[in-house]
């Protein structure tokens, strides 16, 4: 079946235009929360976004949304989209929100959707919500309708995380890493990760101001990083996208590393590993 609102990866379009009003935003959240009321509990979601102007916007109407049908609305800011996810599992969450066009312009924003173990929606799901919000929800009575909170420490739960998949017996020492963020989601947590493990860190398109999200800087625009990267001779470069949920590496000479030889690279030592199931290496 046909889907109206969401493409490939949520609900997208420019700020105030059709779909991308604070309107939709609001039903949305009244649609999705009252598809996951799923038993007595008290229900709770996860909400972040990326840096561009429109979240602000976005982000009120969801709360609206979902504290109107019961559920209780934790806020984490600006954060990568898989520290959304995570965030959505480790703290029991009943789903997850993630405010963000990805590499798009600042005009641009969207809505994806987590389920409760992090990962994206369903088809199914996803149906279900479309119908919800073509229809009629049903209200929380004014006794049961939902809260908000702001978590001050999302941030450093996101770092810690990040950090535990490094090697305990390796650090970065002694590297020097130029990071691009994009002005995007990764502003913060991107260098500091990469500082707390050991490595000089050169940190560029981190100065968002709602507007300039992925201009100039980030994974679709690399020769920023390119150049940084020679001129501070640095060892690796980074580049981030708006939302931090993509990648572009570049060497030290400054020539970006195609993706498939990434791939390759990550998957040859999963399968020395053992890690990669089914590998007929």
Not at 36 to 54: C, E, M, P, Q
């Amino acid at each position: 079946m046909a889907r109206k609102y969401f493409g490939t990866d949520g609900i997208r379009g420019t700020t105030n235009v059709s779909t991308m009003t604070a309107a939709m935003a609001m039903k949305v959240g009244m649609a999705a929360g009252a598809h996951f009321a799923r038993g007595d509990h008290r229900h709770r979601v996860v909400i972040g976004k990326d840096t561009r102007l429109s979240g602000y916007m976005l982000e009120n109407a969801m709360v609206a949304g979902f504290t109107s049908v019961g559920m209780d609305v934790v806020l984490v800011g600006p954060m990568p989209t898989p520290a959304v996810a995570l965030l959505t599992q480790s703290m029991r969450a009943d789903m997850g929100v993630m405010i963000s066009a990805s590499h798009n312009p600042y005009a641009d924003n969207g809505i994806k959707l987590f389920g409760p173990d992090g990962y994206k929606l369903s088809d199914e799901d996803e149906l279900a919500i479309e119908a919800l919000i073509d229809g009629e929800v049903p209200l929380a009575p004014a006794a049961n309708i939902g809260r908000a909170r702001r978590v001050e420490d999302a941030r450093g739960r996101y770092i810690h995380a990040a950090k535990s998949t490094f090697p305990g017996d390796l650090t970065l020492d002694g590297l020097k890493i130029v990071v691009d963020c994009a002005n995007g989601a990764a502003y913060q947590v991107a260098p500091s990760a990469l500082w707390e493990l050991g490595a000089e860190v050169i940190a560029i398109g981190v100065t968002p101001n709602g507007k300039n999200i992925n201009d100039g800087v980030g994974s679709t625009a690399p020769d920023t990083l390119c150049e940084t990267v020679v001129a501070s001779g640095a060892q690796i470069g980074i580049a981030l996208d708006g939302d931090a949920d993509r990648l572009i590496v570049a060497d030290e000479t400054g020539r970006v590393i195609d993706g498939d030889q990434l791939m390759a690279l990550i998957a040859g030592g999963w399968a020395r590993q053992g890690r990669l199931a089914g590998a007929g290496w």
